[in-house]
């Protein structure tokens, strides 16, 4: 049977160029960037390259790179060090209601330790207005951490807005860009940004391998005590082979992110229209045209997410959902009720996300059958019933 992914958001397929890329840093050049002889060195210069092919993408200078686990630590290390840093000066941290759990939970545990964390609301759309961020600032405010795009439902806020605000306030801004950066342009100067997170393994890069952004002069303590890696500021010995990696991956977004941008907000706009139009009662979640190129969002009436992805995961179509129903919490989704949606319509949401291996054809296959399982399950559902 043939299988086709469409979990782009979740996870991409790490690309053959990149895995060439990284294959001679397990064996051959296996050195530790941090030793003086010359395996070491030839480590280091890999390490220092990717640093550079990564700035140079967004918009920064090589040392205010750190490299990290991924995006969950980049998310950690910004929120906690930030907080840690500024102690003395405040203890207020605002975020949206919509971020990733690297966020929401490390605001929660910084929030046991005595710090006070603002949530700010999004409006149906996804989208946070830069009036509320204003509005919720106080002279104790040190950190204000919105993500650039949404994971779920793919809204993409007005950062560079919010970041202008942050700017004239003097407070430090974090972006979490791990849906961003290689597949839509991320300058951290047009952002204007102060920090940002980035994860390889969505840009087709391999998976425990991320950076953070921090800009020059930015007060921000470790997160990771131990040897003196990333000029002090992130211990633990380089992933080298998966820094390489990272750094390919960018070269190669950096190459194609245009072109295929293009071609899946052709699909993008292409899906929306014909799944509205062929199943009854479905709604669009997200922005319909600030959301990123590779997103859908539905939520399907009368039905659960879960047992849609399972019904197309027979017929090898791979897509996701914000329901929780066999996870241990039975809450749908925080970002679908964020937007206003009830328990029913969060737990019958569907994810489509898209990306480099996907063709038109992969497009036409899910189009033919995801009307076909939706009526199926609607049959089967008490609640359609009942219409
Ligand atoms: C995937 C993701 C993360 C977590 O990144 P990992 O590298 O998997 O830890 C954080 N934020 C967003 C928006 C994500 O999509």
Same mark, same amino acid.
């Given at each position: ?21 990284? @294959?001679?840093?397990?064996?051959e =050049? ?5 030793s003086i002889h010359?395996?070491?060195?030839e480590?280091?210069k ?5 640093r ?8 920064? =200078?090589?040392?205010e790179?750190?490299?990290?686990s ?6 950690n290390?910004?929120l ?11 203890n ?15 605001? +929660? ?12 609301g ?21 950190l204000? #951490? ?10 993409? @806020? ?11 306030k003097?407070?430090?801004?974090h ?11 991320v ?24 950076a ?10 470790r ?5 003196? @890696?990333? =000029?002090g ?9 998966g ?20 071609? @899946? ?9 014909e799944? #509205?139009?062929?199943i009854?009662?479905v ?21 659960e997410?879960?047992?849609?992805i ?6 090898g179509?791979?897509v ?11 809450e749908? #989704? ?16 569907l ?13 036409d ?6 009307p ?6 609607? +049959? ?8």
């Open positions: 049977m043939k299988r086709l992914y469409f979990d782009y958001a979740a996870t991409t397929p790490t690309d053959p160029e990149v895995l060439k890329a990284m @294959q001679p840093y397990f064996f =050049k296996f050195g530790n960037p941090s010359s395996f070491g060195q480590a280091k890999a390490v220092e390259d990717s550079e092919i990564l700035a140079e993408f967004m918009g920064a =200078k090589p040392d790179i750190v490299f990290t991924g995006g969950t630590e980049s998310n290390f910004a906690k060090g930030v907080a840690y840093a500024l102690e003395s000066k405040g207020h941290i605002i975020i949206s209601a919509i971020e990733h759990h690297a966020i929401t939970e490390a605001a +929660k545990f910084l929030e046991r330790q005595g710090f006070k964390i603002t949530l700010v999004v409006d149906r759309y996804g989208l946070v207005n830069p009036e509320d961020i204003k509005k919720a600032i106080t002279d104790k405010t040190i204000i #951490s919105i993500m650039h795009a949404n994971n779920e439902i793919g809204t993409i @806020q007005p950062i560079a807005e919010i970041g202008k605000i942050a700017r004239e003097g407070i430090y801004f972006t979490d860009a791990v849906q961003t950066v290689g597949h839509i342009p300058n951290v100067n047009e952002l204007n940004v102060d920090l940002l997170s980035l994860s390889a393994h969505k840009f087709y890069g391999p998976k425990g391998v991320g953070l952004y921090i800009r020059k002069g930015t007060r921000i303590n997160f990771l005590h131990g040897g003196d @890696q990333e =000029k500021r992130r211990a633990s010995t380089h992933n080298t082979a820094i390489v990696g990272l750094g390919r991956a960018i070269e190669l977004c950096k190459e194609k992110m245009n072109e295929e941008a293009l071609i @899946q907000r052709g699909w993008r706009d292409r899906l929306i229209k799944i #509205s139009a062929r009854p009662d709604f669009l979640n997200g922005h319909p045209s600030l959301r990123l190129p590779n997103n859908i969002n539905f939520s399907i009436k009368y039905i997410g879960e047992s849609m399972l019904h197309l995961d027979m017929l179509i791979a996701s959902t914000g329901s929780a129903c066999t996870s241990a919490s039975l749908p #989704s925080h970002v679908l009720l964020a937007i206003g949606l009830s328990h029913e319509l969060a737990h019958g949401s994810r489509i996300t898209f990306g480099r291996y996907n063709t038109e054809s992969d497009i296959y899910l189009l033919e059958n995801l076909k399982v939706v009526e199926t399950l609607r +049959k089967m559902s008490p609640l359609y019933e009942k219409k």
